[in-house]
């Protein structure tokens, strides 16, 4: 078995106190309800794009006649075209607008994150590492 030697590493003995721990916590707390933010945006997002591809296809229908099976929770009931239509328009301007509210969530958390990486990078400098593993 050999064993490796490292040079020496520079790491200077900072003491935490408890405000220390408490934004450490914070950050943490933050980053992980960020991550679940954003993959709730990237699910409403692709809702979205769901709704608009069955509004593309309910636009070529030719028949306005036909009825057209909508789900509202477990059940398909049957609307007219532009019923349909109109059902699909409300149901994607409802989820626009809960992406908009979720992104200002996530840019808030992301103030709150820079200025708490400033504080702690400032007092334990590369003793600390804040930055997400992109893996």
Do not use: W
């Not at 721990?21 to 809702?47: G, H, P, V, W």
């Not at 006649?65 to 409300?90: C, K, N, R």
Request: hydrophobic residues 40%; glycine residues 4%; proline residues 1%.
């Amino acid at each position: 078995m050999a064993a490796t030697v490292k040079g020496p590493v520079a790491v200077e003995d900072v003491n935490v106190t408890f405000e220390d721990q408490q934004k450490i916590n914070k950050f943490a707390r933050n980053t992980s309800r960020m991550t679940e933010l954003k993959s709730e945006i990237d699910a409403k997002k692709k809702s979205l794009q769901d709704l608009q591809d069955a509004s593309d296809d309910l636009m070529m229908l030719d028949d306005d006649a036909l009825l057209i099976p909508y789900q509202i929770g477990d059940v398909f009931i049957s609307h007219t075209q532009e019923e349909t239509q109109e059902m699909l328009e409300a149901a994607k301007e409802a989820l626009e607008q809960e992406v908009k509210g979720l992104e200002a969530q996530v840019s808030a958390i992301q103030q709150v994150l820079g200025d708490l990486k400033v504080q702690l990078y400032a007092k334990f400098g590369n003793n600390i590492n804040l930055e997400a593993d992109e893996s």
